[in-house]
């Protein structure tokens, strides 16, 4: 029911994500999701990766510290106020939002959104319960 998401710490000195991204092109990963946020000496790297095992191999034997997260991948939909629906749906429940970012978006179809919930069980009974289709792994690496 959960997406595994890579958490990756890297230098934010130029050209250090070029080489993580010629990192994973080497070693035919595919970047399916990918967020990046950065602080004034190290980004983080928040990505679904094609994938997840030898993925982590690969950055972990290049020596950057990188570690697993579960996260919810809930369909939201695409329109005014879809993201609101399912935020208020989360808050209601008393479910705290570490973080979320955009995966996909196609003109007339739902939007993806990956969630890091405080109580990822919680959180995704919560919002399937209100009707939000919650994706596996499996159908987040076939988008």
């Known amino acids: 029911m959960f997406v595994t998401q890579i958490s990756v710490f890297l230098e934010n000195s130029p050209g250090r994500l070029a080489e993580f991204t010629k990192l994973l092109k080497d070693s035919n990963i595919d970047l399916v999701s990918l967020s990046i946020g950065d602080t004034t000496d190290f980004g983080i790297i928040r990505a679904v990766m094609s994938d997840t095992e030898k993925a982590m191999k690969v950055i972990t034997e290049a020596g950057y510290t990188a570690r697993l997260n579960d996260v919810l991948a809930a369909e939201v939909p695409d329109c005014p106020g879809g993201l609101d629906s399912v935020v208020q749906t989360l808050s209601a429940s008393g479910i705290s939002i570490e973080y979320l ?3 996909v978006r196609s003109e007339g179809k739902n939007a993806v ?12 009974a919560v919002l399937e319960k209100s009707g939000v289709h919650i994706l596996t792994n499996e159908e987040v690496r076939s988008l």
């Not at 959104?113 to 995704?124: D, P």
């Open 101 to 103: 970012y955009s995966f």
């Open 113 to 124: 959104i990956i969630f890091r919930v405080q109580e990822l069980e919680k959180g995704a």
